[in-house]
């Protein structure tokens, strides 16, 4: 909580990131280098587009596929990035308890999801979301919350000369 309340004084806006190996798994010939790679670039972007922006990766699932799950995707997105991104950068403890995500999902301005609990999470702290989907379940949980989708599908992640993710996390950063 340190992290974001000394970010939220700079008038920072706190942008909470999850993301996980399920997101590939069916797109044949996409890695877990290329997910990492995607993010890296496409948080490089949103950085040099609004510096104001600080980012808290949010690993969410312990359970390791392919021998990767959200924490060390989350590390090698961070080790990816260029050092003026990484300094507005902080990945949680992991794992994390369920009241700790509660407490940090609550004091951050909007996440970029990939995995549904934590997305019901945010949005019962008031936390906008975006999603990165893998499954048909999203688009019921934004209708449940009566809100705008705000989604993507993995394989739109990897469109080349694309920006759909840049784009969709812009959408989620103008709610807040």
Same mark, same amino acid.
């Given at each position: 909580?340190?992290?974001?309340?000394?970010?939220?004084?700079?008038?920072?806006? $706190?942008?909470?990131?999850?993301?996980?190996?399920?997101?590939?798994?069916?797109?044949?010939?996409?890695?877990?280098?290329?997910? !990492?790679? !995607? /993010?890296?670039?496409?948080?490089?972007?949103?950085?040099?587009?609004?510096?104001?922006?600080?980012?808290?990766?949010?690993?969410?699932?312990?359970?390791?596929?392919?021998?990767?799950?959200?924490?060390?995707?989350?590390?090698? !997105?961070?080790?990816?990035?260029?050092?003026? !991104?990484?300094?507005?950068?902080?990945?949680?403890?992991?794992?994390? =308890?369920?009241?700790?995500?509660?407490?940090?999902?609550?004091?951050?301005?909007?996440?970029?999801?990939?995995?549904?609990?934590?997305?019901?999470?945010? /949005?019962?702290?008031?936390?906008?979301?975006?999603?990165?989907?893998?499954?048909?379940?999203?688009?019921?949980?934004?209708?449940?919350?009566?809100?705008?989708?705000?989604?993507?599908?993995?394989?739109?992640?990897? $469109?080349?000369?694309?920006?759909? /993710? $840049?784009? =969709? $996390?812009?959408?989620?950063?103008?709610?807040?």
């Amino acid at each position: 909580m340190e992290w974001i309340n000394a970010h939220k004084s700079q008038n920072k806006i $706190v942008l909470g990131i999850n993301i996980h190996i399920l997101l590939v798994k069916k797109l044949e010939g996409i890695t877990a280098n290329d997910l !990492v790679q !995607v /993010l890296a670039e496409t948080i490089t972007i949103l950085h040099e587009y609004n510096q104001q922006l600080s980012f808290i990766f949010l690993p969410h699932y312990r359970r390791k596929i392919n021998g990767f799950n959200d924490d060390i995707l989350s590390k090698k !997105v961070i080790e990816s990035l260029p050092y003026e !991104v990484v300094s507005s950068c902080f990945k949680i403890p992991f794992p994390c =308890l369920a009241r700790e995500i509660k407490a940090i999902v609550k004091n951050i301005d909007c996440v970029l999801i990939g995995r549904m609990h934590l997305g019901i999470t945010c /949005l019962g702290q008031g936390t906008p979301i975006a999603c990165i989907t893998y499954q048909g379940k999203f688009q019921g949980l934004y209708q449940y919350f009566n809100l705008e989708p705000l989604f993507i599908e993995p394989k739109k992640l990897f $469109v080349p000369n694309q920006n759909e /993710l $840049v784009e =969709l $996390v812009n959408k989620l950063i103008d709610q807040t």
